[in-house]
């Protein structure tokens, strides 16, 4: 006969088995999911432009229409987004500044409307912003209950920074 310990460590090993198979499951099933996210940035308006301790500083007020409902499945638990500017410069070939983020607990709120000041400094080194085109992109990171987080954007159309302070 088999002792009570050699039993239940039988047990619990099976269990914990099963428990991995479901959650590899779980996440195998997100694979089947095609989401179709749609968003619309605008900028509304450039506050203010000026220079401060030797680098270009900018405020922004823009707009944020996007329905991301799409991206939750069973297995979401959050979504994380966030809207980035990116630009280039003669150092960098890419910089990316994040401007304003938040998170999304649950379908209901994957569907919303903002209009928001950057939440963050715009900030490039140097005088590099004068006149100078960038995009804004909507970053989105789905964390899932179980599995591998997957990550994507938006970028919308080039828009472009007065060539003077202000």
Sequence with gaps: MHSFLYRLNALLTFSLIILALICGMASFSDNFNTPSPSVDLKVLNVNWFHKQHGNDEVSLTFSVEADLQSLFTWNTKQIFVFVAAEYETPKNALNQISLWDGIIPSKD???????VSNKYRFTDQGSNLRGKPF???????????????????????????PDEYR
Excluded: C, E
């Excluded at 709120?109 to 209009?115: E, T, Y």
């Excluded at 804004?136 to 954007?153: E, I, N, Q, R, S």
């Design 109 to 115: 709120s994957a569907k919303f409307s903002i209009q």
């Design 135 to 161: 995009n804004l992109t909507l970053h989105w990171h789905v964390m899932p209950k179980t599995g591998k987080m997957f990550a994507d954007k938006i970028v919308t159309s080039s828009y472009r920074l």
